[in-house]
């Protein structure tokens, strides 16, 4: 069946673990020779300072975040204003100023309701003077003297001027 003319006693997986078992000595004999010549030392003092500078900024970092939530602004940005302790004796000043504030943007929105109202009413009276100014002009085309003159001609009704010559009253 095989032409395998020689047997292996061993099987592959206790190749690869003779393997893995040579290649974790070499690595053991390569790190006792650096430590036996101070390499790991150097880099375990780098690896020290290193972890130290990372704690030092995550330190800083939570300090700082700390600082910002304390902060006034930040608490009333974020409303953790309103569960500091000694804020529930505010609580009905803050409501006032929020009515307050309410009362405010409604009384805007009404003073700007009626403006557009006044400016309404405004255009509104302009286009009547405008329509009066033309009934007037429409009025004084059809009774200027010639037209008074044409229309008593019509009738039959003479026109005449006065004799007497007109006085001017004074008023003082």
Known sequence: MYDDHEFDPITPDEEAQRQQDEEFARRVRREIRRVERGEADDEIRADETREAEEEAQRQQALRKERRRHASTFWQLFSGTILVR???SHSYPYLLAIAGMFLVSISVV???LH???KYMRLEREVQVLRE???RWQERRFRCTTHSAVTDELRR???ELYDPVAPSEV????
Do not use: K, N, W
Not at 169 to 172: E, T, V
């Open 155 to 157: 009738r039959g009704i």
């Open 109 to 111: 929105f009404m003073a």
């Open 131 to 133: 329509r009066s100014i």
């Open 169 to 172: 009253i004074d008023r003082r």
């Open 85 to 87: 302790e000694g804020m």
């Open 114 to 116: 009626t403006d557009m």
